[in-house]
T-cell receptor
Framework: ETGVTQTPRHLVMGMTNKKSLKCEQH?????MYWYKQSAKKPLELMFV???????ENNSVPSRFSPECPNSSHLFLHLHTLQPEDSALYLC???????????FGPGTRLLVL | GEDVEQSLFLSVREGDSSVINCTYT??????LYWYKQEPGAGLQLLTY?????DMKQDQRLTVLLNKKDKHLSLRIADTQTGDSAIYFC??????????FGAGTTVTVRA
């Protein structure tokens, strides 16, 4: 789905690093989402934003910090991560908060 | 995720039909979705069905919904090697949340 882009596509970081994941949607949508996809586990919803307001924080550790400066951009700031945080992080957007979600290609994160 | 169940693997011969099954538990789901994930990629929306429909057809894809049994299926006609991927069933919950199954890995053999 080229309408939702994510950068970087791959990221390797140490446990003391700080990095950010970026998501951009070109679909004119008003809602954006962060998901975590780990091996052998279903997708986990992390955060939901609607019109730049956070509407869901799904018991995510504070070492993950989202930011939504406008309805087209969503960031996930990472600091002092753990090896178990290694996963594929997927961004999605939908026209409105209840709409069909369209996903980006994901960022494959490896924490050493 | 635990509310949506799918079989983990399906192997199908090229040219045959594939049928991927899914069961869900929330009878108030309004939409049910099928997503496809190829290796190293994100989730691609394949199709979806509104809960008041029984069937939806879109080219090679046919979705069947049995609300009484809370059963959803995806049939892919004339399966091709490019259809090899993981297929996720998802149900929309109260408002914006999607509950995903664990995914069915479809392998197409020549």
């Amino acid at each position: 789905e080229t309408g939702v882009t994510q950068t970087p596509r791959h990221l390797v970081m140490g446990m003391t690093n700080k990095k950010s994941l970026k998501c951009e949607q070109h679909l004119g949508h008003n809602a954006m989402y962060w998901y975590k996809q780990s091996a052998k586990k279903p997708l986990e919803l992390m955060f939901v934003y609607s019109l730049e307001e956070r509407v869901e924080n799904n018991s995510v550790p504070s070492r993950f910090s989202p930011e939504c400066p406008n309805s087209s951009h969503l960031f996930l700031h990472l600091h002092t991560l753990q090896p178990e945080d290694s996963a594929l992080y997927l961004c999605a957007s939908s026209p409105v908060i209840r709409g069909t979600q369209y996903f980006g290609p994901g960022t494959r994160l490896l924490v050493l | 995720g635990e509310d949506v169940e799918q079989s983990l693997f399906l192997s199908v011969r090229e040219g045959d039909s594939s049928v991927i099954n899914c069961t869900y538990t929330d009878s108030s789901s309004t939409y049910l979705y099928w997503y496809k994930q190829e290796p190293g990629a994100g989730l691609q929306l394949l199709t979806y069905i509104f809960s008041n429909m029984d069937m939806k057809q879109d080219q090679r894809l046919t979705v069947l919904l049995n609300k009484k049994d809370k059963h959803l299926s995806l049939r892919i006609a004339d399966t091709q090697t490019g259809d090899s991927a993981i297929y996720f069933c998802a149900e929309s919950l109260n408002d914006y949340k999607l509950s995903f199954g664990a995914g069915t890995t479809v392998t197409v053999r020549a």
